[in-house]
């Protein structure tokens, strides 16, 4: 099992401005790789991650079959894949769409829940249906963390809603305070310093 830990949010319907403001709120060095599954169709280029590139300081790409997930990147499942993670390393699938949907919130958040244990942290937003709620229990289920957005603050409130019954051990925070709640989470994640003398 991967040690190191993981971020892996989840979005659909009105996702772009949710995770600008999630992602611009992280540091360039935030000490963990985060994985982002934005529902999309299956024929739209590979903008999202410029698009949050523009406003992250660290650094985005979209996931390519094999990428080493590295820390302060963020990793944006391509359209018409399923994200995977094993020990550390993305894979890409072409399996039938889950929910009506590849990728699938839910597939990736179940390898990440395989692949990193209570080293994962599952983050659910904004979106149009359920999809991420099985994952995200998943997730906690084999002790990782997980935080949903506040169904009040979602442009759609019906996927965090989904979430918050599947699983209700997770947080669930305004949109504003989810940047911030998860650099206190990993706070520990980064390697530590070297004592002087």
Known sequence: MTAAGVVAIGTSWGGLSALGRILGGLPGKFPLP???VQH????SDNLLAKLLQDISDLAVQEAEDKD???ASHVYVAPSDYHLLVDGGEVSLATDAPVKYSRPSIDVTFESVARS??????GVVLTGANDDGSRGLARIIALGGRGIVENPKT??????????VRAAPAAEVLPLE???????RMTSGAA???RKAG
Do not use: H
């Not at 979602?154 to 979430?163: D, Q």
């Not at 305070?177 to 650099?183: C, N, S, T, Y």
């Open 34 to 36: 985060v994985i982002v």
């Open 40 to 43: 999309r169709s299956k024929d």
């Open 68 to 70: 080493v997930l590295a």
């Open 116 to 121: 990193y244990g209570s080293s994962a942290i």
């Open 154 to 163: 979602a442009e759609m409130p019906v996927m965090p809603e989904a979430a």
């Open 177 to 183: 305070d989810i940047a911030p709640r998860l650099v």
């Open 191 to 193: 390697q530590p310093k």
